[in-house]
């Protein structure tokens, strides 16, 4: 299904009738959506809108999956569900067009930002799988320690997810793993679970070593806020939750 297309998109929605749609389809490519901004607002704006008229219409409950770019990046601590937003990238600003169109459009809505997602292993085309593809011949890594972040893993996610829309709470949510760190933090403790401390040395690097098209944000550290004073944040910390996703595919390393 292609979710830019209104009418495939109304048609099946209506056919199906859901309970609940989870509306996880976007373009998470952020230098791509810098470089073409109607594609970036097409796909995670636009097409989101069609998502939410169709389950507004089939009186469905719809979850949106966010992220936190939708921030600037100039907090020193954690983001939380009450801090204002302001994108530095065109993909940050079209989801969080897509986050006004969701709780403007329904009454029934759960948005969840993501952080630095983290799954799937061999379909994996993110940070933690790129580094594990590197020790295998590589003796020095070198990973930014100037760009913060919370690493989000989707096993966690997807579980806690549940725990959530079954409180029937709508709303906006926060949804990390427990902790912040900087991506030569997760260098080095996959070098470390991995065994190859000896092996294989994490230098830290300034970010301006990786010039992209797409600015990114100093800081994309989320909070969960509100999990924690509803009690429902039972998202691991970061370092457990890699350390049980590196050693259930150790198999593959």
Same mark, same amino acid.
């Given at each position: 299904l292609d979710i830019r297309n209104?009418?495939?998109?109304?048609? +099946?929605i209506e056919a199906h009738r859901p309970e609940l749609v989870l509306h996880l389809a976007a373009e998470t490519d952020v230098?791509?959506?810098?470089?073409?901004?109607?594609?970036?607002?097409? @796909?995670?704006?636009f097409a989101t809108e069609n998502v939410a008229q169709a389950c507004r219409e089939q009186g469905c409950l719809m979850v949106y999956i966010s992220t936190g770019n939708v921030f600037d990046g100039e907090k020193h601590e954690a983001y939380t569900e009450f801090d204002r937003p302001g994108s530095v990238n065109v993909y940050g600003r079209a989801k969080y067009?897509?986050?006004? /169109?969701? +709780? @403007?459009v329904m009454e029934r809505y759960f948005i969840f930002r993501a952080g630095w997602m983290v799954g799937g292993?061999? /379909?994996?085309?993110?940070f933690v799988y790129k580094m594990v593809q590197f020790c295998r011949t590589e003796t020095q890594l070198k990973a930014v320690n100037d760009?913060?972040? +919370?690493? @989000?893993? @989707?096993?966690d996610f997807a579980e806690n997810l549940m725990s959530v829309i079954r409180t029937h709470r709508y709303g906006l949510y926060h949804m990390t793993n427990k902790g912040v760190c900087s991506r030569f933090e997760i260098a080095q403790e996959i070098v470390k679970t991995m065994g190859l401390k000896e092996k294989v040395e994490v230098c830290p690097v300034s970010s301006l070593e990786f010039p992209l098209p797409a600015p990114r944000p100093r800081s994309e550290m989320l909070r969960n806020f509100k999990l924690d004073l509803l009690g429902l944040n039972d998202m691991p910390h970061w370092k457990d939750s890699l350390r049980t996703y590196l050693l259930a595919n150790k198999a593959h390393w």
């Amino acid at each position: 299904l292609d979710i830019r297309n209104w009418k495939d998109v109304r048609k +099946s929605i209506e056919a199906h009738r859901p309970e609940l749609v989870l509306h996880l389809a976007a373009e998470t490519d952020v230098d791509r959506c810098e470089k073409e901004p109607d594609h970036a607002y097409e @796909t995670n704006a636009f097409a989101t809108e069609n998502v939410a008229q169709a389950c507004r219409e089939q009186g469905c409950l719809m979850v949106y999956i966010s992220t936190g770019n939708v921030f600037d990046g100039e907090k020193h601590e954690a983001y939380t569900e009450f801090d204002r937003p302001g994108s530095v990238n065109v993909y940050g600003r079209a989801k969080y067009a897509g986050e006004e /169109i969701v +709780s @403007t459009v329904m009454e029934r809505y759960f948005i969840f930002r993501a952080g630095w997602m983290v799954g799937g292993w061999d /379909i994996d085309k993110k940070f933690v799988y790129k580094m594990v593809q590197f020790c295998r011949t590589e003796t020095q890594l070198k990973a930014v320690n100037d760009k913060f972040g +919370s690493p @989000t893993f @989707t096993v966690d996610f997807a579980e806690n997810l549940m725990s959530v829309i079954r409180t029937h709470r709508y709303g906006l949510y926060h949804m990390t793993n427990k902790g912040v760190c900087s991506r030569f933090e997760i260098a080095q403790e996959i070098v470390k679970t991995m065994g190859l401390k000896e092996k294989v040395e994490v230098c830290p690097v300034s970010s301006l070593e990786f010039p992209l098209p797409a600015p990114r944000p100093r800081s994309e550290m989320l909070r969960n806020f509100k999990l924690d004073l509803l009690g429902l944040n039972d998202m691991p910390h970061w370092k457990d939750s890699l350390r049980t996703y590196l050693l259930a595919n150790k198999a593959h390393w």
